[in-house]
């Protein structure tokens, strides 16, 4: 895979070439090239913000070292990338969109600084290409180049051979990190005790039944308590009778939608 940054602090993206992404890099699996915007900035000072038209406060990045940049770039591969724009205006980044864009070649990043970048850089190539403005949360970053070591790290990990998974490893359900519609539940090893705190019974049983269970009930506590929007989401078609069980005594009923509600007991607490 081929990934481009345009960025005006290309050391910002210095964490690139550490650890997991660092490695593919190096063993060949991920072509990654970090440009300077302001390359593309002609004047003295290689301006590349300019005051927002009516008025308001900060400043927007200009379109044209953008366009120049992009054209250069795309001009320098085989085919069309997928052109990553990190807002908080954007879609959510979520595992789902991280599967996504793991398959395709080419990824092309455009970190923002100031208030964003002019809105017809998006509008123009947008038009010939499939940009995506995406969101990694809820907040508001000084820049975008934080959330494209989000990105980068996620999709990376995804690659075939990245994580040292084998490629048959990569969609099963099994997987940690596979996201599908519970939190994981918590993970001990050794040593057996630590300061007067032990490992549940269960782990130490070699009854990998019973463990299944066990870890699957302790994900429902968790996703009821840090992310009850999951369960409402969920398809219960996806629920065993077990999982009916460990919902019904979190406090979960299913409605006349088909879905899980909270039942109104568990609501007042
Ligand atoms: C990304 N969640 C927050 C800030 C404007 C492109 O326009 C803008 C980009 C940024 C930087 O990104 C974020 C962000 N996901 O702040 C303002």
């Known amino acids: 895979m081929r990934l481009d940054v345009v960025t005006i602090f290309p050391e910002y993206l210095e964490p690139l070439n550490v650890s997991l992404v660092g490695k593919a890099r190096a063993r060949g699996q991920l072509d990654v090239r970090i440009h300077d915007l302001r390359e593309w900035a002609h004047d003295k000072h290689n301006t590349v913000d300019d005051t927002p038209y009516g008025g308001g406060p900060g400043m927007v990045m200009k379109p044209e070292p953008w366009g120049e940049a992009l054209d250069e770039i795309l001009a320098s591969g085989d ?5 990553v724009v990190p807002t908080p205006s954007g879609v959510p980044f ?8 793991s398959v ?3 990824l092309v990043f455009t970190p923002a600084r100031y208030e964003g970048i002019d809105r017809r850089v998006i509008e123009e190539y947008g038009d010939r290409l499939d940009v995506r403005e995406v969101s990694i ?3 508001v970053l000084a820049g975008g180049e934080a ?3 989000v990105m980068v790290e996620a999709v990376a990990r995804l690659l075939p051979g990245v994580l040292g998974n084998a490629a048959s490893h990569q969609d099963d359900s099994f997987a940690p990190g596979a996201m599908a519609d519970l939190l994981e539940g918590p993970v001990y090893t050794k040593p057996p005790e630590w300061r007067g705190r032990g490992i549940p019974e269960v782990l130490l049983s070699g009854h990998h039944g019973k463990i299944a269970r066990w870890r699957r009930d302790e994900a429902f506590r968790r996703t009821d308590r840090n992310r ?4 409402e989401r969920a398809d219960p078609a996806a629920f065993d009778k077990h999982d009916r069980a460990i919902l019904a005594a979190l406090g979960w009923s299913e409605g006349d939608d088909g879905r899980f509600g909270r039942t109104a ?5």
């Open 265 to 269: 007991e568990a609501v007042e607490e």
């Open 79 to 83: 085919g069309e990338p997928v052109i």
């Open 147 to 149: 959330p494209v070591l």
């Open 137 to 139: 949360g809820d907040y």
């Open 104 to 106: 395709k070649p080419w």
């Open 94 to 101: 979520t595992q789902q969109l991280a599967v996504e864009l």
């Open 228 to 231: 009850p929007d999951l369960i």
